[in-house]
């Protein structure tokens, strides 16, 4: 028992194995992704995703090499997509994220195994309820291989009476803007800072349950799951409450990127796959998609603003820098962010 979930919950309180329990993280991503069923993760007889990302790799060298860009596709069922997720994220400096400071005495090793906790539920969360990176605007991780979560992309793709390949392509196309943007780091530095806000309510909550949370008192280690704050129903989008706008935004640059690379698609098609309003979603990510969606008109009007003024700051040169990333006013109200960001000092 020594490598399953509940084992690692049980020893969460004396861990120390560096900045991220992974194995922990995991472990909770399979078990949020248990029921779920494998099939073959076949293409379809009339398309050959390999065919179609080399097409798509042709088109981003003939741009310029990106040192960040995908080498290979991947078909993945949805608990090894969350594995590839969280395996895409490593590279990140969790070093900073000091968590848990001023906790009940017993449980301050906690911090990596905690943080464990939270990327293994996105992961299992991202992998059950999305079809890939693009879906929420996710441009942070990095990886060789670029990984599709096939049950889901299947259904994203079923939702719409247009060509399959057409579709197909364009998603793809989605996914690999979305992981070749990976090479910046700003969002990732913006999401630590977020993740600072929402240990603190988590802190809260340990705070809340104390007196029936002393780990010497659990005989069984399922007593302790039972008592770790929303783990299976872990709320994801109040953790991310105040980045919906920002997520918002990398989607709108994904969309915009993904129809400058490739020419023969109608950007129609990318604009009706990226709809989250179309999202036939009435699970745990519905709340997550409508909260995102609401932003969407801003931010490709934001945009359409930066390319209409001529602004001094590319989309790439935006997404790189954290002070040059919108605010939710700011994409209602561009020439405030131009005030900011490119007019000198009065």
Known sequence: MSDDLFSQLFNLFNND???????????INNHMNKDTQEDRLLSNLDLNYQEIFRVIELSQESEGKNEFAPLEISILDQKKYGVWFLNSIKHFDFSELQMFEGLPAGIGGAQSSLLGMQLGNIAGFLSKNTWGLSHFGIILPRNSSLAINKNNFDLRISQFSIDEKEATIALMLLEYIALTL?????????????LNKSNKE??????NIEPNFDPRNFSNPEDLMRNIPELNDFD????????F???????????????NLID????????????LDL????GPANNFESKISRHDEKSDSFITFIYDSKNEHSLDEIISSQDLIPSADELNDPISWAARTSLPPI
Request: hydrophobic share 45%; net charge negative.
């Open 182 to 194: 990976g090479e910046h780091t700003a969002p990732f530095n913006y999401l630590i800072e977020q």
């Open 245 to 259: 706008a920002p997520l918002s935004f990398y989607r709108s640059v994904i969309k915009y990127q993904a129809k």
């Open 264 to 275: 023969f698609i109608d950007p129609s098609v990318i604009d009706l796959i990226m709809d």
């Open 202 to 207: 988590l802190l809260e909550n340990i705070k």
């Open 236 to 243: 994801v989008d109040s953790m991310l409450d105040v980045i």
């Open 279 to 282: 999202v036939a979603n009435q």
């Open 17 to 27: 194995d560096g900045d991220v329990n992974w194995q922990l993280a995991e472990q």
